[in-house]
């Protein structure tokens, strides 16, 4: 995509460079069939070659290049609203951050989304959720959406939202099992006599039930890589515990590509 983008004399391109992006250093780009996942054969397939790459890559990483650095300081899906302001207004992105973390509201009823804090996919998915779902969800529950790593991160609130929600989706991702903020809320999700633990398409057709407790939706993401025996024996046993009974109901895969 890089390559052909460049290549194209009609492509304006502009660079958004996310915090965990490692540019190529000079080694790498000597020798690409290293550093590219599948190599020469795929770039044949498609009229590429590595000495066009190098050159693309070269104009990608050139002061020259428009680009938009993503501020790590701005918080969830916030971070995307402020790269859609910067990639549609003359104000950059990084100046029109919002200068005040709210406090994270713990409202009854709400649908609350749990995802890994500074995880880039985790937070591009749980936004693409929230627009796939926002207008069928408002039709049912009145209390609205709280995207949690949207606000500071209280974990005694995000305890208190969690118990007092309608329904609270989880995405695992790959730092999920070491995020506080979501080891809290699943812990949370699988105490005592609280939490149903049922289907995606259960959420909207039983209302009754959501409120005996929040209704608990697990979605992994592709990062997220479920314990194996070896991770299991590394943990603390109550943390073992807490996921073992979390990870009882099939989770659904959501893939952003």
Not at 6 to 29: C, I, W
Not at 159 to 169: D, E, I, M, N
Request: glycine share 4%; aromatic share 6%; with cysteine.
């Amino acid at each position: 995509e890089i390559t052909t983008a460049f290549v194209s004399s009609t492509a304006k391109v502009t660079v958004v460079v996310t915090p965990s992006f490692q540019p190529p250093n000079d080694e790498q780009l000597k020798d690409l069939d290293l550093f590219l996942d599948d190599g020469e054969c795929v770039l044949a397939r498609h009229g590429l070659t590595f000495q066009r790459v190098r050159e693309s890559f070269a104009h990608l990483l050139h002061p020259s290049t428009p680009c938009i650095y993503v501020n790590p300081t701005v918080l969830g899906t916030t971070r995307l609203d402020w790269v859609v302001h910067s990639l549609t207004s003359n104000t950059p992105a990084w100046e029109a951050q919002p200068k005040q973390v709210m406090q994270l509201p713990v409202s009854p009823g709400m649908l609350s989304i749990s995802c890994e804090p500074g995880n880039d996919e985790a937070v591009a998915a749980a936004s693409t959720l929230l627009l796939k779902i926002s207008k069928a969800v408002y039709t049912i529950m009145t209390a609205g959406i709280c995207v949690i790593p949207n606000y500071e991160a209280d974990l005694d609130r995000i305890a208190t939202l969690v118990a007092r929600s309608r329904a609270v989706v989880v995405f695992l991702s790959s730092g999920t099992l070491t995020a506080s903020e979501q080891l809290i809320a699943i812990d949370e999700l699988v105490s005592p006599n609280r939490t149903i633990m049922v289907p995606l398409d259960t959420m909207a057709s039983a209302p009754s039930i959501a409120r005996s407790g929040p209704v608990a939706v697990s979605v992994n993401l592709p990062g997220f890589e479920f314990p194996t025996p070896d991770h299991w024996a590394k943990m603390p046993h109550t943390l073992q515990d807490v996921l073992k009974q979390f990870f009882v109901r099939i989770s659904a895969p959501f893939s952003m590509s």
